[in-house]
């Protein structure tokens, strides 16, 4: 199991060049998640997605785009990258629970992408 | 709406030493309550949560937290620390009214000297 797995691990852009972060897990898992993670701020919630197809704004979603064609892979899109997007980008994935509700479960985190917009 | 609160942002500890890292929290809602460590250039794991039950919750690597309702904290200890506890400790909260929203708080970066 390789869990949660982001492409690439670092990546730098220029003003206005666009990119596309992928996520992928392979635990079958029902939800996930895109954080930025910024020096003291902690982890911020982008767009998240509750299944195949289905996604939803988080905290902090202008200038990024998310997409969930299959249930394994969670895409996230800057189309027009800024300088305030240099961050560190996790992906989580948390699984279907029939009681409790999603926001007692656990959530895998892969070990991030760092970006650097310049 | 949540938030959190973890005061310290960097705490110093000597080896074997205990050591205990703040989080407070506000909610309009009950919630849910979860310490996450970061170790240097990984991703983000889950240490142990607190759902119902026992205030008292063990986590993995010797960890443990007190629910406090009436404080509104989520203090994280443990007894003996090891230069390999050397990381970066989140709290995160979410409510039960939600959602899929876990609402982290800033970071504690526990330093572990020899």
């Known amino acids: 199991n390789a869990g949660v797995t982001q492409t690439p691990k670092f990546r730098v852009l220029k003003t206005g060049q666009s990119m596309t972060l992928l996520c992928a897990q392979d635990?079958?898992?029902?939800?996930m998640y895109w954080y930025r993670q910024d020096p003291g701020m902690g982890l911020r919630l982008i767009h998240y997605?509750?299944?195949?197809?289905?996604?939803a704004k988080g905290e902090v979603p202008d200038g990024y785009n998310v997409s969930r064609l299959k249930k394994q892979n969670f895409l996230l899109g800057l189309e027009s990258a800024a300088p305030s997007q240099t961050s560190v980008y996790f992906c989580?994935?948390?699984?279907?629970?029939?009681?409790?509700?999603?926001?007692?479960?656990?959530?895998?985190f892969g070990p991030g992408t760092r970006l650097t917009v310049l | 709406a949540q938030s959190v609160t973890q005061l310290d942002s960097q705490v110093p500890v000597f080896e074997e030493a205990p050591v205990e890292l703040r989080c407070n929290y506000s909610?309009?809602?009950?919630?849910?309550l979860f310490w996450y460590v970061q170790y240097p250039n990984q991703g983000l794991q889950l240490l142990l949560k607190y759902l119902s039950g026992s205030t008292l919750v063990k986590g993995i690597n010797g960890f443990e937290a007190e629910f406090n309702k009436s404080q509104t904290s989520f203090h994280l200890r443990k007894p003996s620390v090891h230069i390999s506890d050397t990381a970066e400790y989140f709290c995160a909260v979410s409510g039960m009214d939600s959602s899929y929203k876990l609402i982290f708080g800033s970071g504690t970066r526990l330093l572990v000297r020899p």
């Open positions: 989580a994935s948390s699984p279907l629970r029939t009681s409790g509700g999603p926001s007692t479960d656990t959530q895998y």
């Open positions: 909610s309009s809602v009950s919630v849910y």
């Open positions: 997605s509750v299944g195949e197809g289905t996604t």
């Open positions: 635990m079958n898992h029902e939800y």
